[in-house]
């Protein structure tokens, strides 16, 4: 496991470590962990990095699981208290520094849809996109991967797009005016389709959104890992 601070962490760092830096980041590269990292770093609050090493498995040593009994990425530890899956860290995080950074709804009915899209990213476009690659990817065993499992799930994605791309017509992001952390959620799983031989160029708006989404500065330092 390795170390370092993020952006935010840097800066605070300059007044001295012991200043109670409360978030304890857990990740690795180009995983679900991304979109933490990412929200992170545009929040800007001082925050320590923890890279794993998952080819190494050091997701599942004790000393890790005994934080996060799943033994994967992301993990925050947050005012001493270990925090679990992507979703519940992105709101977790939304609630607290997220609407005073204009990143996370402020209103109730806006956090509504809010909750409502992050959810329907985690549960519903995330589950099409776990059947899909648990039935082609090869680092699963060839008895338990089905092409016409593979082939419903590629349908369920397609249309799971055309949603999506519907609920971005005449928007730059999909809740409010302005990029946030439901944009975080979603944008980036898109590019990843791509690479798996899902066509999304039926849908511009989605397109363009990703595009527009990932190219803001705070994910370009999420790429450098
Ligand atoms: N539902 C979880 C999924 C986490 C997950 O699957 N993480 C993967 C990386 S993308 C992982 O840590 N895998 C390591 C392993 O399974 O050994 C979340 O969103 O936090």
Redesign the pocket.
Known sequence: MSDTLGRGGATRAQGGRSIAMDLKFYY?PM???SRVHWALEELGVPYEKVKLD?AAGE??KPEYLALNP?????LLIAEGRPI????AILLYLGERFGTEKGLFPASNLDRADAFKWMAWG?VTFGEALQRFLRNTLDRFPEEERSPKSAEVAKKDLAAHLAILNEALEGKEYLVGKTFSFVDISIAPAIPFLGRFGIDVSPFPNVNAWVARCLARPAFARVMQG
């Open positions: 690795a995983t679900s962990a998952l997701q599942r799943n033994g994967k990425v992301p679990f899956e992507g979703l985690a």
